[in-house]
């Protein structure tokens, strides 16, 4: 059974922290996705990434910066969190192929006071 | 780039009836449609999927159709039971692009 881990369920930082979101698939995907969830507006892409070492922007970068060191591993960093950051951040992965749905993991909630 | 639109946003139905949820796509050359079903507090888990190829698909009490002319695809969820009720999302995607979802439908099934 595919499995994505995100490290923590519930976050809550201070305006102006730097945050790590970290997520971990253990299929060897190749694909990873960062989505953020909020009512009324679905979820959007921030940022993606087939392959290690590689990253593309979503629909909703600005704020947001990922790191792929490790295929397994794909991180969302927060450079200086924000209220309007607050939200559900979800992590998906795939194999490469395409045509296949994503394995989701079960979001961290991030709370910006 | 795609654009995926949703309807309805809420839906109420009786146990046992029947829910249509229907979505629209921009791209034409957008070829694969998943379907997610989001309960309260866990995960997307893929329930059914559909590629152009195909016009309809189903899955005991659920089924897809495809319709590429019109660039629409809708879910069919019949006899539907209590564990029905959750927030279903639409997707949209084109070779190994990523997903492009709906705003999400959140549907109750009333005993």
């Known amino acids: 059974d595919v499995k994505v881990t995100q490290s923590s369920r519930y976050l809550v930082k201070r305006t102006g922290e730097k945050v790590f979101l970290e997520c971990v698939q253990d299929?060897?995907?190749?694909?990873m996705f960062w989505y953020r969830q909020d009512p009324g507006l679905g979820l959007r892409l921030i940022y993606f990434?087939?392959?290690?070492?590689?990253?593309e922007k979503g629909d909703i970068p600005e704020g947001y910066s990922v790191s792929r060191e490790k295929k397994e591993r794909f991180s969302l960093i927060l450079e200086s969190a924000s209220t309007n950051q607050t939200s559900m951040y979800l992590c998906?992965?795939?194999?490469?192929?395409?045509?296949?749905?994503?394995?989701f993991g079960s979001g961290t909630r991030l709370t910006v006071v | 780039g795609e654009n995926v639109e949703q309807h309805p946003s809420t839906l109420s139905v009786q146990e046992g009836d029947s829910a249509v949820i229907k979505c629209t796509y921009s791209?034409?050359?957008?070829?694969?449609f998943p379907w997610y079903k989001q309960e309260l507090g866990k995960r997307p888990q893929l329930i059914i999927d559909?590629?152009?190829?195909?016009g309809e698909k189903k899955d005991q009490r659920i089924a897809v159709t495809l319709n590429k002319t019109a660039k629409h695809f809708s879910l069919h969820i019949t006899e539907t039971q209590p564990e029905d009720s959750a927030v279903y999302f639409c997707?949209?995607?084109?070779?190994?692009?990523?997903?492009?979802f709906g705003k999400g439908t959140r549907l109750s099934v009333i005993a």
């Open positions: 559909i590629r152009s190829n195909v």
């Open positions: 990434s087939y392959d290690v070492k590689m990253k």
């Open positions: 998906a992965s795939r194999r490469t192929t395409g045509g296949v749905g994503y394995t």
């Open positions: 997707a949209a995607s084109m070779g190994n692009t990523p997903l492009v």
């Open positions: 299929m060897d995907h190749e694909n």
């Open positions: 791209d034409s050359a957008s070829n694969y």
